[in-house]
């Protein structure tokens, strides 16, 4: 019998390509799936895949579909006897599915960063005893470059491909239509985490991310447009890794649902090196990015502020695709929100539910000052 894995978030991006490699692979079995609200899909996916179980946190108004359950405790029951989850839910949502992941001590693979995030220390006795499997694709290379190090490297750089609206005029990034901030270069992804690759939020999480699966090494991001190599690690003796490839998430993920096994039936493509073109690397200029100054911010603060920005990030992201601030005032409104909030310790749930619900309310204040 295969790895049972419950796909949580399974009508999103990373959730929808979870699904083909758990039915392509021989060794892994669909324990369940878990969606926001997405009735459609999901009776769709009950179809397609057969899942176990299904559950949903937000039904439509006339009831769930019939099979599918729903409400308080849906989450848990969902999880409940798989031999991994795969958080692949969005935004400050995810977190309970995490904490419930380790609760019930069921390794994690883990798309969802915002877990990391905002999750304070919740989350260290899973990490430490390493059943948290990073789904994120350069910390996914991070996790394999670090595989037979003896001793801690020198370095993580996390590349970034500089988003959507790298080489627009700074003057024009301001008001940069939504349809542009959508338009990722080398990724396909959801809405809210190609918003976050164009204000380099995205990049912020993932410095946050990677402290927290790498504690002790130091991180800097550097800049690669090309999107071909998936991070680097210098290592101590001054010698640096890296995992290359074309975007394809589907490396990342199948690779954590696997671990610590490799994939019986590889992925492998044919693509060569002749493929890739040309690859350049430049640094971060963090003025065309106060967005991440902003989230770097919360995270020096600590405690409940990388909280209250990924909250006060989420509402100005939901506003930006409304229609009703420009890409610009994102920086501001998190910027904002992180000034105002009095940081305590993260170490608990509800505390961190209080930050993100303030931030929220926060943010919509000063978006409506706007
Ligand atoms: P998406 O928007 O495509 O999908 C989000 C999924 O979460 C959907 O299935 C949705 O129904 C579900 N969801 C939303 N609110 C929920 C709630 N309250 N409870 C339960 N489920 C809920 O997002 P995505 O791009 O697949 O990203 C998912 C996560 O993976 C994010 O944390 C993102 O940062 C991370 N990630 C994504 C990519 C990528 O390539 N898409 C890469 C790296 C990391
Ligand atoms: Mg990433």
Same mark, same amino acid.
């Not at 940081?343 to 539910?353: K, M, Q, V, W």
């Given at each position: 019998m295969g790895r049972r894995v419950a796909v949580l978030g399974s009508t999103g991006s990373i959730g929808v390509q979870a699904?083909?490699?758990? #039915?392509n692979s021989p060794s892994l079995e669909l324990h369940s799936i878990f969606c926001g609200s997405s009735a459609d899909a999901l009776a769709g996916q009950i179809r397609r895949y057969g899942p176990g179980m299904a559950g949903m946190a937000h039904p439509p108004r006339g009831g769930a579909p019939e099979g599918v359950c729903s409400g308080p405790g849906s989450l848990r029951k969902v999880i409940e006897g798989a031999d991994m989850v795969?958080?692949? $839910? *969005?935004?400050?949502?995810?977190?309970?599915?995490?904490l419930a992941a380790r609760e019930m001590g069921i390794p994690l693979a883990l798309a969802n960063k915002e877990s990391l995030v905002i999750g304070g220390e919740l989350l260290d006795d899973?990490?430490?005893?390493?059943l948290v499997i990073p789904v994120d694709s350069e910390h996914s290379t991070v996790f394999r470059c670090l595989a037979g190090e003896a001793r801690p490297p020198a370095k993580i750089l996390l590349t970034a491909s500089g988003g959507a609206l790298r080489d627009m005029p700074p003057e024009e990034v301001y008001r940069a239509p939504v349809e542009r901030v959508l338009a990722h270069p080398n990724w396909e992804m959801g809405s809210r985490i190609t918003v976050d690759s164009a204000s380099m939020v995205n990049k912020a999480f993932e410095v946050i991310e990677a402290r927290k699966l790498f504690p002790g090494i130091p991180v800097g991001v550097v800049v690669h447009p090309e999107s071909i190599v998936h991070s680097l690690v210098e290592t101590a003796?001054?010698?640096?890794?890296?995992?290359?490839?074309?975007p394809d998430m589907g490396v990342p993920i199948s690779f954590a649902l696997h671990w610590p096994d490799l994939p019986l039936a590889g992925a492998v493509t044919g693509e060569s090196p002749t493929d890739w073109g040309t690859l350049s690397f430049r640094e971060l200029d963090e003025g065309r990015y106060p967005a991440f100054t902003a989230v770097m911010a919360a995270f020096r603060a600590g405690g409940t502020a990388p909280a209250a920005a990924n909250a006060a990030d989420e509402e100005a992201v939901g506003a930006f695709l409304a229609g009703r601030i420009?890409?610009?005032?994102?920086?501001? *409104?998190?910027?904002? *929100?992180? #000034?105002?909030? #009095?940081? #305590?310790?993260?170490?608990?749930?509800?505390?961190? $539910?209080?930050?993100d619900a303030g931030a929220r309310v926060a943010a919509r204040r000063i978006m409506e000052a706007m």
């Open positions: 699904l083909e490699i758990i #039915r795969l958080n692949a $839910i *969005v935004g400050s949502a995810g977190l309970e599915a995490s899973h990490l430490e005893k390493g003796d001054g010698a640096w890794k890296a995992l290359m490839g074309l420009p890409f610009g005032a994102i920086a501001a *409104v998190i910027a904002g *929100v992180v #000034r105002e909030h #009095r940081p #305590r310790p993260a170490s608990d749930y509800e505390t961190i $539910i209080e930050a």
